[in-house]
């Protein structure tokens, strides 16, 4: 194994991706429809919400089981290209 293959992830595994916007965008609806884009194998999600103390932000998290690390790295893509997400973890 070369050093750029190297992981401490082992996949198949439940992962967390959380993604920020402004509330009065459906960052949840948006987040959905990218996990369920790369997701597809997976019925159910479970998703949490956070509205930030003022109200204007909205962070969403949603656990994954990912297949593989290209999998997750084409789910952190779209919601980095997405207009309406600010920000991902």
Do not use: W
């Not at 190297?6 to 996990?35: L, N, Q, R, S, V």
């Not at 509205?51 to 084409?74: C, H, P, W």
């Amino acid at each position: 194994m070369n050093k750029n293959d190297e992981t401490f992830i082992e996949y198949p595994c439940d992962f967390p991706i959380k993604a920020m916007g402004h509330a009065e965008h459906d960052i949840a609806a948006i987040f959905e429809e990218i996990a369920r884009r790369h997701f597809p194998h997976q019925e159910n999600f479970i998703i949490t919400r956070k509205e930030s103390s003022s109200g204007k932000y909205l962070s969403v998290t949603i656990v994954f089981e990912a297949l593989n690390r290209e999998q997750l790295d084409a789910a952190y893509q779209d919601l980095f290209d997405h207009e309406h997400i600010l920000m991902s973890l």
